[in-house]
């Protein structure tokens, strides 16, 4: 059980610094230093959301967050712009019109397990 725990917080600290790295070390353009953070930042509850098995839905992440669906998607763009996140259209809760739903990319995840696996 205990062995277990510290797996999950292996993982989330080592999703947490791999994000990190892959957005500071790597600015774009058009950012500042405060939309960098802001992405670091919002990576972590998304994934907090995505091992809690909640939807990465504008209207989930929003619940989740207090900030506007604007606020959201501003910072959503960078992210799949860097490829940290994957985007699908479905449709909305209602049945009618459409949604967006978010991933984070099994990629990254491959990419941290052939890290872990490198150190040992």
Same mark, same amino acid.
């Given at each position: /059980?205990?062995?277990?725990?510290? &797996?999950?917080?292996?993982?989330? $600290? +080592?999703?947490?610094?791999? =994000? %990190?790295?892959? =957005? /500071? #070390? &790597?600015?774009?353009?058009?950012?500042?230093? +405060? +939309?960098?953070?802001?992405?670091? @930042?919002? %990576?972590?509850?998304? *994934?907090?959301?995505?091992?809690?098995?909640?939807?990465?839905?504008?209207?989930?992440?929003?619940?989740?967050? @207090?900030?506007?669906?604007? @606020?959201? *998607?501003?910072?959503?763009? *960078?992210?799949?712009?860097?490829?940290? $996140? #994957?985007?699908?259209? =479905?449709? &909305?809760? $209602?049945?009618?019109?459409?949604? !967006? !739903?978010?991933?984070?990319?099994? @990629?990254?995840?491959?990419? =941290?397990?052939?890290?872990?696996? +490198?150190?040992?």
């Amino acid at each position: /059980m205990v062995s277990r725990a510290l &797996n999950r917080s292996w993982r989330a $600290l +080592s999703f947490t610094a791999f =994000i %990190m790295r892959e =957005i /500071m #070390d &790597n600015p774009l353009e058009d950012e500042t230093a +405060s +939309s960098r953070l802001k992405q670091v @930042g919002l %990576m972590s509850v998304l *994934y907090c959301m995505h091992v809690g098995d909640q939807p990465l839905t504008l209207a989930a992440i929003t619940a989740e967050t @207090g900030l506007t669906r604007g @606020g959201v *998607y501003e910072t959503i763009a *960078y992210l799949l712009k860097r490829g940290l $996140l #994957d985007e699908t259209e =479905i449709k &909305n809760a $209602l049945g009618r019109g459409k949604a !967006r !739903r978010f991933s984070i990319p099994e @990629g990254i995840f491959e990419r =941290i397990r052939q890290f872990e696996r +490198s150190s040992r």
